[in-house]
């Protein structure tokens, strides 16, 4: 298995909803990614998790919340979101000291917040 | 120091022409320079990657040209296609102690029959 799979592939919520987006891999990877990415835009990262444990938090605000509970699943939690959250969430996973080599994204969540 | 430039921002490309998008770094840590290809409502896929220990690497109708001096990397399409239209995305990375990726700006790409 190749992939990472992102769920679900389209969310709109409203801004005080609180819902949650996975992603899950099963290449044994045990570097995981949160990004996101707007319209014409290159992905920004978010959130990095290396063995389970948050290395990176790229000063995101607290209505995301992130996840590991395993090595192959993580989350991202929302919660009081507001419009300009609008955008493409991206999961990717890569080896751990690889140096970026063996990155795979998943397909996103496009998340509208209304 | 952490930049990747890239250009042009889009670029319009006759059926069977060659398409080249460039990119500039400024850190001399990087080490992978990887190229992304996305469509639209879809995630960055991987089309080539190269370290700087070559010039040049070539897969099927892609190739990575890689100026180390320069500090410039640039990706061929050769034979242009329609369905090669798509965003594409350089970036590099180096053995920093984590994984992050800094991706240049992109470049949106437009094969015209």
């Known amino acids: 298995d190749t992939e990472v799979t992102q769920t679900p592939k389209h969310l709109v919520m409203g801004m005080t909803n609180k819902k949650s987006l996975k992603c899950e891999q099963h290449?044994?990877?045990?570097?995981m990614y949160w990004y996101k990415q707007k319209a014409k835009k290159p992905p920004e990262l978010m959130f990095v998790y290396s063995y389970e444990k948050l290395s990176i938090n790229e000063s995101v605000p607290s209505r995301f919340s992130p996840e590991c509970p395993n090595s192959s699943l993580l989350n991202l939690h929302l919660h009081a979101l507001q419009p300009e959250d609008s955008a493409l969430y991206l999961c990717?996973?890569?080896?751990?000291?690889?140096?970026?080599?063996?990155?795979?994204f998943g397909s996103g969540t496009r998340l509208t917040v209304v | 120091q952490q930049q990747v430039k890239q250009s042009p921002q889009s670029l319009i490309v006759q059926k069977g022409g060659i398409s080249i998008i460039n990119c500039a770094y400024e850190n001399t840590a990087f080490d992978y320079f990887p190229w992304y290809q996305q469509f639209p409502g879809k995630g960055p896929a991987l089309l080539i990657a190269?370290?700087?220990?070559?010039s040049e690497k070539k897969e099927g109708r892609f190739t990575i040209s890689f100026n180390k001096s320069a500090k410039q990397f640039s990706l061929h399409i050769m034979d242009s296609q329609p369905g090669d239209s798509a965003t594409y995305f350089c970036a590099a990375s180096g053995n920093f102690g984590n994984e992050k990726l800094t991706f240049g700006t992109g470049t949106r790409l437009t094969i015209i029959p």
């Open positions: 190269i370290r700087p220990d070559v």
């Open positions: 290449m044994g990877h045990r570097a």
């Open positions: 990717a996973s890569s080896p751990t000291g690889t140096g970026g080599y063996g990155y795979t």
